[in-house]
């Protein structure tokens, strides 16, 4: 399930150009990026 939601986070992401590859690899070389990745995930509210 979290392979899956990286995935799309990856594939959503327009600002980065390149394959899912070099994506992938610069969220892990840069912080900033990484945290733009994870700042596109929707809160999920209670009911």
Do not use: F
């Not at 992401?13 to 992938?24: F, L, N, T, V, Y």
């Amino acid at each position: 399930m979290i392979r899956h939601l990286a995935v799309n986070l990856l594939t959503q992401e327009k600002s980065a150009h390149g394959d899912m590859r070099a994506k992938r690899l610069k969220a892990g070389w840069d912080n900033c990026y990484l945290t733009l990745l994870l700042a596109q995930v929707p809160t999920l509210s209670r009911k």
